[in-house]
């Protein structure tokens, strides 16, 4: 196993871009088509393993701006993240990959724009001392969590397990970034 991969998540301090958490809680709100009369529906959605997208400098300096109460300026309201499963849970999902060993190939290659493979953590590289397997990120399941709250659940029910390091952590950003900005055609221009 390549050891420059990761390196264990630090118990405090800033998230990092390229940070992978575990037990990330998020708090799916309903409206109801009835007006104000009826209540919102309220789900609890637990993802497993979660990856942070935010950039680095805007978490670093969010974090200096909750130290200081003078530079709320700094402060981001949301942390932009992506759900990450075990690769082996999702080679069997057929909602989310096709079947056929081709395609299977392709995405543990990286050769797919939804999904990037993770190489597995080795228990040394995570924080918990436990490893984690290889694991999948799925560009379509981006979402965002308040700032402050991500922080509080550190405290109480989520993990920081591994960073990745550079130039692993750009290469993600930038493969999601790409997976963001495609741009879908009326008509292929080869059709």
């Not at 300096?61 to 999702?90: H, S, Y």
């Not at 993600?172 to 009326?186: D, I």
Request: with cysteine.
């Amino acid at each position: 196993m390549d050891e420059s991969t990761y390196n264990p998540a630090a118990r405090g301090g800033p998230l990092r871009q390229g940070e992978i958490l575990s037990s990330v809680e998020q708090y799916i709100v309903k409206a109801s088509d009835q007006g104000a009369e009826q209540p919102v529906d309220v789900k609890k959605k637990l993802h497993p393993f979660a990856v942070v997208l935010t950039q680095e400098c805007d978490l670093a300096q969010d974090f200096v701006g909750r130290q200081d109460e003078v530079q709320f300026r700094l402060l981001i309201p949301n942390v932009m993240m992506c759900e990450v499963d075990l690769a082996e849970n999702l080679r069997g999902d057929t909602d989310r990959v096709a079947k056929g060993t081709e395609l299977w190939k392709r995405i543990i290659q990286n050769q797919t724009d939804r999904f990037q493979y993770l190489r597995a953590i080795a228990p040394e590289f995570d924080a918990l001392g436990q490893g984690v397997a290889a694991l999948l990120v799925d560009f379509k399941r981006t979402f965002t969590l308040p700032t402050d709250g991500l922080y509080e659940q550190l405290q109480r029910v989520a993990s920081r397990r591994a960073v990745l390091m550079s130039p692993y952590r750009e290469h993600l950003s930038s493969r999601h970034a790409h997976f963001t900005s495609r741009v879908a055609l009326p008509l292929d221009h080869h059709a």
